[in-house]
């Protein structure tokens, strides 16, 4: 099977292979990703990003299956006939600044969360369309196709989303997992934007002819429906036990805080304590945090190479490991470093702002970084643990994330659990899982989907250090200096 697997900094196309022995993953191709400006809005270059899938299914060879997941929330609107009205629009783009405030004077958050499960987030699809319903682009538009969605219907012709996906839109009765066309008609958004939805394991269709030749296939190749959005198919990609109390971090562009849950909790504390219901595969339900990952440092990077100072990954990190611990940290998760652009600034504005020195070295930089984000885990772990009434026992870290030795240690000091890191692709593995099934192989569910992840590839596991310095002082300490906004 192929899994087509879309990053916001890179995408990759993977053969899976799933027998009795295991599953095994090959990287057949890997492009860059990422949002271009053009005339002041941040665009999705969404035909390169289906050029560049379309090289992948060609070097993947002769495949049984393929699957799409993306991030979330980003879409594209189809007129009547079914073209493209322009370029999508990414989700860090500021088209949705003081939308939601301003939506909630029709609809409040507490009864938005009631329904759909999620967070107020910025970007997700619900303010997205709002901010663009007067638009001529809008009128014209008959369907609205979450990314996935779009590239598969680019393969096959078919129109749907699917539910995964669906439920970071803010459209989606979290409960019963269909779209609330009543929420849609009363913020604006006509429902006919709204296709028929497919769950993971449904046949999205078959590759059309043009497709076919174009990617070298004897024949149309099945498309299925997987957790397309990328954090579902990653946390079934995650080598837990069936028993394990287990918490996830999805660690990539952004980190996944959360745990497993097989109903929604709409309470108002989870609301408060800034946790998003998300819909998994086989009805399971995600409630997590985003909380905001490594691109705080891929754009600090970015920033200093942009400046004639370029500091690699590995020597970045090496200078962190012997900067010293808690010199100054910051709230990672403040609307200040969502958009593009200068992090160390942004940093040291932080630091400034709350009376901390700034990171005076690019080391006590990427340290600060690292340190904020272990304390966001931490935080997030603990909420979720009072949230759910459940003590956690150990935390799976999979993604990009894995392969930071020392936010991995971090992590492990911060929680105070052990952290089992690995596998990195989770979500190809997720991807690629839920196609096998498809297809017949022998996968009741996702425990048995997970001891074949598990006894397929390796993880390294992180205990708590003995020695670490206090995190419970550290985080009094920063709470002391007002770091996080008061509830
Ligand atoms: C991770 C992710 C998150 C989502 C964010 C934006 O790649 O999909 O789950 O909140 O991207 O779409």
Redesign the pocket.
């Known amino acids: 099977m192929a899994a087509v697997d879309l990053?916001?900094t890179s995408g990759r196309v993977v053969v899976g292979e799933v027998g009795p022995a295991g599953v095994r993953l090959e990287e057949v191709h890997r492009f860059p990703n990422g949002p271009v400006r053009a005339g002041g809005t941040l665009f999705w270059d969404v035909l390169g990003i289906h050029r560049e899938v379309l090289a992948g299914l060609r070097a993947a060879g002769a495949v049984d299956g393929i699957g799409i997941d993306?991030?979330?929330?980003?879409y594209g609107l189809l007129d009547a006939e079914g073209t493209l009205l322009g370029n999508p629009v990414c989700?860090r783009d500021s088209r949705t600044d003081g939308v939601a405030d301003a939506l909630h004077a029709t609809v409040s958050a507490a009864e938005l969360y009631r329904v759909t499960g999620l967070r107020e987030?910025p970007?997700n699809t619900i303010y997205q369309l709002v901010s663009e319903r007067d638009s001529p682009r809008l009128a014209a538009a008959e369907t609205m196709l979450l990314l996935p969605d779009l590239l598969g219907y680019w393969l096959t012709g078919a129109v749907g989303v699917e539910r995964t996906n669906a439920s970071?839109t803010g459209l989606l009765d979290a409960t019963s997992r269909e779209w609330d066309t009543r929420l849609a008609e009363r913020v604006g958004i006509p429902p006919r934007l709204l296709p028929p939805l497919r769950s993971p394991g449904e046949l999205v269709g078959r590759t059309t002819p043009e497709v076919t030749e174009e990617i070298g296939a004897a024949a149309p190749v099945p498309v299925v429906a997987v957790g397309s959005?990328?954090?579902a198919s990653a946390v079934l990609g995650v080598p837990a036990g069936r028993d394990s109390a287990f918490a996830f971090i999805?660690s990539?562009?952004?980190s996944?805080v959360g745990v497993e849950l097989t109903e929604p909790l709409l309470t108002e504390p989870a609301r408060l304590a800034g946790f998003s219901n998300?819909a998994g595969v086989d009805g399971t339900v995600r409630l997590l945090r985003?909380v905001m990952g490594l691109w705080v440092l891929s754009e600090t990077l970015r920033t200093w190479a942009a400046a004639g100072n370029t500091v690699d990954l590995p020597a970045a990190l090496a200078a962190a490991a012997a900067a010293p611990a808690f010199g100054p940290l910051v709230d990672i998760d403040a609307p200040e470093f969502l958009p593009p652009g200068d992090m160390p600034a942004r940093i040291a504005e932080a630091c400034t702002a709350t009376g901390q020195r700034p990171p005076a070295t690019p080391g006590e930089t990427v340290r600060c970084v690292l340190e904020s984000l272990a304390m966001a885990y931490r935080r997030a772990v603990r909420g979720l643990a009072e949230l759910t009434d459940r003590p956690l026992e150990v935390v799976h870290l999979v993604g990009g994330g894995t392969h930071n030795e020392l936010l991995c240690a971090l992590t492990a000091d911060a929680c105070g659990l052990p952290v089992v890191a690995g596998p990195v692709e989770s979500a190809a593995l997720g991807n690629v899982l839920v196609q096998a099934r498809a297809l017949g192989a022998d996968l009741p569910d996702r425990w048995a989907m997970r001891e074949l992840v598990a006894r397929s590839l390796d993880t390294r596991t992180y205990l708590p250090t003995p020695a670490a310095p206090s995190w419970d002082a550290a985080e009094r300490h920063y709470a002391s200096l007002d770091i996080w906004p008061r509830p």
């Open positions: 990053g916001a993306s991030w979330a929330v980003d989700y987030l970007f970071t959005h990328d954090t999805s990539g562009t952004w996944l998300e985003n």
